[in-house]
C-alpha cells in the first residue's frame, strides 16, 4: 500500500504512512503490565477495550496506561492471548506493538 498524500492547504500537509489494514472494532479485553503487581507479587489485571487491530498493533482503551516501551500482555475476545511493547500513549489508552513471527501475523489477520 502506497503512502496517502492529503494536502490540506497550501502550507499543510498530512501523509499516511501505515501499510497494514486496520479495523475498527469495540471488543472487551483484559491485559496485565509487566510492572504492575499487587501486593503478593501477582500480576494485577485491568479491563480494557480493542478499539482498532491491525497484525502490526492494537489499540486499547483503558484509564489504565503503561509506560512507552512497557511490555504488556492482552487477552482478546476471538483473538486471544498478545504480547508486545507500547509505542505511544494516547488520552485513554495506549498503542500496543504486537510481537509475533510472520505466520502468526497470518493468522491473526486471517480472524
Not at 3 to 18: A, F, K
Not at 28 to 48: H, N, Q, T
Not at 71 to 84: D, T
Amino acid at each position: 500500500m502506497a503512502n496517502t498524500l492529503l494536502q490540506l492547504n497550501d502550507d499543510l500537509q498530512l501523509v499516511e504512512c501505515r501499510t497494514d489494514v486496520r479495523i475498527v472494532l469495540s471488543l472487551p479485553g483484559r491485559f496485565v503490565l509487566a510492572s504492575r503487581r499487587d501486593m503478593i507479587g501477582e500480576r494485577k489485571e485491568f479491563s480494557c477495550r480493542i478499539v482498532n487491530m491491525s497484525c502490526h498493533t492494537v489499540a486499547l482503551a483503558t484509564p489504565v496506561t503503561g509506560d512507552i516501551g512497557e511490555r504488556v500482555i492482552v487477552h482478546i475476545e476471538h483473538f486471544g492471548r498478545l504480547e508486545g511493547p507500547i509505542p505511544r500513549q494516547f488520552e485513554g489508552g495506549f498503542l500496543m506493538q504486537v510481537m509475533a513471527s510472520r505466520q502468526e501475523r497470518v493468522e491473526l489477520a486471517a480472524k
